[in-house]
């Protein structure tokens, strides 16, 4: 099956900075989401992005799909930006299968 | 607009009792998937259902689980006599369409079995 890789693994940022984190994956795919899945264990749509750049406020989100990879930038960040950021996929079929997450901590 | 909705948030169930999960899909939505999330690993696909009928059940153990979801009501997650290591969370999804859609997932089930 599909492979799905984020890194970075962890992640740790002080109020008010910019990160990046990547979802590489192993095949062509239909269907993109970045999840955010917060402290109380809720899983939160960040995007739909199969392709292309979509952005809401703060975070904005890249897929170059002939590449296999997408980009999930969040800006200024802060502290309810804390959790875990998931990367899913969905290739031949209707399955998401899930990446590992990056665990994002902001400091105040 | 509600989003999915799933109870109970948090189930305490004892060795060889059963767990029984429930999931209302977004309204408009005719497509239900249960994914599993074990700590330290990520989500897991369980089973995919339209209404009143099962279209894929290769992510559920063979034995002790099944799911549901009827003509009326919500999709049933139903795990028989449950083990230490069915503790996990597990979530359920819904979508417009089978494929190529966003699907948007519930809060959650935290099952602990003790």
Known sequence: GIQVEQSPPDLILQEGANSTLRCNFSDSVNNLQWFHQNPWGQLINLFYIPSGTKQNGRLSATTVATERYSLLYISSSQTTDSGVYFCAVESSNYKLTFGKGTLLTVNP | ?114
Request: hydrophobic share 30%; aromatic share 10%; charged share 25%.
């Open chain 2, 1 to 114: 607009n509600a989003g999915v909705m799933q109870n109970p948030r948090h189930l305490v169930r004892r060795r060889g009792q059963e767990a029984r999960l429930r999931c209302s899909p977004m309204k408009g939505h005719s497509h239900v998937y249960w994914y599993r999330q074990l700590p330290e690993e990520g989500l897991k696909f369980m089973v995919y259902l339209q209404k009143e009928n099962i279209i894929d059940e290769s992510g559920m153990p063979k034995e002790r689980f099944s799911a549901e979801f009827p003509k009326e009501g919500p999709s049933i997650l139903r795990i028989q006599q449950v083990v230490r290591g069915d503790s996990a969370a597990y979530f359920c999804a819904s979508s417009k369409q089978g494929k190529n859609t966003e699907a948007f997932f519930g809060q959650g089930t935290r099952l602990t079995v003790v």
